[in-house]
């Protein structure tokens, strides 16, 4: 429910928005999965590349001396990861975000505090979209709760598997004697 684009949650369900045809809930969960697995994909590349803006040297090995630049001719860059794991925990919390029924709903509630419910946003130079009220909001997330929930736990699926959200406490505090 982005203020930048048309919705495509409506009270009817997921809807094309050029189109206006009820997209099915499993074509949709795919679609999430396969961008999903693109970002982790890329993630596991591990292509590096080096800061230094006059090299641009780019590898997916790594040298035996860690960071530095292994390009022909020595370059004294650092090589750092193209896409490394906190694009790819920072791509997985978007997703996450964008079917999180609390934050949806707060946005909601916020927008209609701040009196935003009625402004008009053009999409096209022929139509415009009139911003929905917390209330009708609040009516498509009751309407498609079961739709939300099950891109939720999709997206659930790969950030429970995502190290980025885990903290071992255990190590953390393994040198203080209590």
Known sequence: ???????????????????????????????????IRSAVAKYYEGWVVCD?????????????????????GGCKGRVQFKYGDTELYTQLRYFATLF???????????????????????????RCLTL????????????????????SKTVDKYMEQCGRCWVNLGALFSSMNL
């Open 1 to 35: 429910m982005s203020m930048n684009q048309a919705s495509i949650l409506l009270s009817s369900g997921p809807t094309c928005p050029a189109c206006n045809l009820t997209l099915g809930a499993a074509s949709i969960q795919t679609q999430l999965e396969v961008q």
């Open 132 to 151: 929905l009220d917390a209330e009708e909001i609040e009516a498509i997330i009751v309407k498609n709760h079961e739709f939300l929930r099950m891109m």
């Open 100 to 126: 999180d029924v609390e934050k949806i709903s707060k946005a909601a509630q916020g927008n209609a505090r701040k009196g935003e419910h009625s402004l008009m946003q053009p999409i096209d130079q022929e």
């Open 52 to 72: 230094d803006p006059a090299c641009g040297y780019e590898t997916r090995s790594m040298r035996m001396y860690g960071w530095r630049c292994g390009a022909p």
